[in-house]
């Protein structure tokens, strides 16, 4: 079974410019999370989609990210424009939807992508 | 709200010494804990899970942690450190929202381990 995979695996742009990460979820998985981590800091929850539906986008840091998971296969996190504080490792996870719970299954992560703004 | 305290961001030990690495959690709720680990250029992996069956928990290449209610920890041993194990180390609990799961991170631990 293939895991999480997210692309690409690095990305180095100015500030202002925009980028777009995308993550393919381990098939069949309908919880989809996006967390990011910033140098020195702990890793932080982002949102997470339940099939192409936002159940939860709390943790997104404003309105220069967007989210989409059209279809409900894989996602995408567009930054636009990005800022220097917006460096850091951006993580996709999936897992399976527990109907009979409600409750989600254990996340499986991807690689990340290393995100790098001058 | 839940949230894991990781102590020591740095862990040095020799090749065949115990591992050892703390958790501490605060949850309102029982918690769901895991451990995840990062080795060079990869992504998180799962080490373990606790999910209020038993309090020992084993999980992959001879990793094991203890759920101890009482201490409100969850720390991560292994008997005999080995080369390969040199990678970062997260503890995380989840919490629950509207029923699913949001896992929130302790900001992780290097082990190093010296030849």
């Known amino acids: 079974e293939a895991g999480v995979t997210q692309f690409p695996s690095h990305s180095v742009i100015e500030k202002g410019q925009t980028v777009t990460l995308r993550c393919d979820p381990i098939?069949?998985?309908?919880?989809l999370y996006w967390y990011r981590r910033v140098m020195g800091k702990e890793i932080k929850f982002l949102l997470h989609?339940?099939?192409?539906?936002?159940?939860?986008e709390s943790g997104m840091p404003n309105n220069r990210f967007l989210a989409e998971r059209t279809g409900g296969t894989y996602s995408t996190l567009k930054v636009q424009p990005a800022e220097l504080e917006d460096s850091g490792v951006y993580f996709c996870?999936?897992?399976?939807?527990?109907?009979?719970?409600?409750?989600?299954?254990?996340?499986?992560f991807g690689p990340g992508t290393r995100l790098t703004v001058l | 709200a839940q949230s894991v305290t990781q102590l020591g961001s740095h862990v040095s030990v020799s090749e065949g010494a115990l591992v050892l690495l703390r958790c501490n959690y605060s949850?309102?709720?029982?918690?769901?804990l895991f451990w995840y680990v990062q080795y060079p250029n990869q992504g998180l992996q799962l080490l373990l899970k606790?999910?209020?069956?038993?309090?020992l928990v084993k999980g992959i290449n001879g990793f094991e942690a203890e759920f101890k209610k009482s201490e409100t920890s969850f720390h991560l041993t292994k008997p005999s450190a080995h080369m390969s194990d040199a990678a970062e180390y997260f503890c995380?609990?989840?919490?629950?929202?509207?029923?699913?799961?949001?896992?929130?991170f302790g900001i992780g631990t290097k082990l190093q381990v010296i030849p």
């Open positions: 098939s069949g998985h309908d919880n």
């Open positions: 996870a999936s897992s399976h939807l527990q109907l009979t719970s409600g409750r989600g299954g254990t996340q499986y």
């Open positions: 989609f339940v099939k192409e539906s936002k159940q939860d």
């Open positions: 949850s309102s709720v029982p918690p769901y």
């Open positions: 606790y999910t209020s069956a038993a309090t």
């Open positions: 995380a609990v989840t919490k629950n929202s509207g029923g699913y799961q949001k896992v929130t």
